[in-house]
């Protein structure tokens, strides 16, 4: 059976609860369920227990990331919770520090990760419009794409040495939202990226 761990990074504000990122889980949860995965569910914006995080790293096939896109990242409880998980994990659980030793200092640095052959996913929520990105007549970003614009999320997955699967964005969210529209997207990226997955 595929074991399935889903992460909602949501940091709750007056203005921001949460409802739609709570959605994206309960749609990739019943996902899932349903093709016969086990999932698990943490929510950053509550307790947790690292070594259960860490566990929970461990055993799972494919770890989705769900969250909205705050200050141009991730939201400071998701953060914490990769910070805290990873740097636990680094007792070689997860990795083998960087990969590095002072017998071999010449090794591939990043190369020390243990998660080969897991995937992990990042499923993002934002005010942004999809014309935002990879426009370089757009100033703000400048030609960017989400992916760029989420580099350091990917590099911290690659140091673990976990495959990352396609990015899903719903756009748009507060001036113009689609969510009924953005929800059967989502669906349909699962089914089309999860392929490795399939049960």
Known sequence: MKSILL??????????????????????????????AAVREVRTAEPWDTDL????????????I????NSMGLP??????????????????????DG?????????????????GKHYMLSVTMNAPRTAFDD???????????????????????FFALTPLPTFAAHDVSKAPQIDADLDRFDAHLNAHAAPLRT
């Open 7 to 36: 992460i909602n990074g949501h940091q709750p504000f007056p203005t921001s609860p949460g409802r739609l990122n709570r959605a994206f889980c309960d749609r990739a949860k019943a996902h899932f369920e349903a093709r016969g």
């Open 53 to 64: 995080e860490v566990e929970n790293q461990l055993w799972a096939d494919l770890i989705l």
């Open 66 to 69: 769900q969250f909205p896109l």
């Open 76 to 97: 400071w409880s998701l953060k914490r919770y990769l910070d805290e998980v990873y740097t636990a994990g680094m007792d070689g659980r997860l990795a083998r520090g």
């Open 100 to 116: 590095r030793s002072r017998k071999d200092p010449a090794r591939q640095y990043g190369s020390g990760g243990k998660l080969q």
């Open 136 to 158: 370089p007549g757009q100033d703000l970003f400048a030609g960017r794409s989400l992916d760029e614009l989420l580099a350091p999320v990917h590099i911290n997955f690659a």
